[in-house]
Nanobody, 118 residues
Framework: QVHLVESGGGLVQAGGSLRLSCAAS????????MGWYRQAPGKQRELLAD?????TPNYSDSVRGRFTISRDRYTIYLQMNSLKPEDTALYYC??????????????WGQGTQVTVSS
């Protein structure tokens, strides 16, 4: 199994910055893409960014230009700048795990709360 532990959430003012971290352990050798989702109460889960094992990032329109995803082996980061109250949510990281050629599953972190005050 792959276990993900997130950190870096907190309370910040609008316009401020936070850096989230997500460290993977377990079957890290089988990890491919990793990324970040967020979910606010009453809203559906939103994909924010992902990054391939080769380091190629992708961003949703809602965070492009403000957030930056990066990767160091099996740890990923989300640098969040110019935060807005609308960014308030529980942020989850995930990892795509492919222990065999035709078997893939997704491992999820526990989430870290980000609250942006106005």
């Amino acid at each position: 199994q792959v276990h993900l532990v997130e950190s870096g959430g907190g309370l910040v003012q609008a316009g401020g910055s936070l850096r989230l971290s997500c460290a993977a352990s377990g079957r890290t050798r089988s990890i491919g893409d990793m990324g970040w989702y967020r979910q606010a109460p009453g809203k559906q889960r939103e994909l924010l960014a992902d990054i391939t094992s080769g380091g190629t990032p992708n961003y949703s329109d809602s965070v492009r230009g403000r957030f930056t995803i990066s990767r160091d082996r099996y740890t990923i980061y989300l640098q969040m700048n110019s935060l807005k109250p609308e960014d308030t949510a529980l942020y989850y990281c995930y990892a795509k795990v492919t222990p065999t050629i035709e078997y893939t599953f997704t491992s999820w972190g526990q989430g870290t709360q980000v609250t942006v005050s106005s």
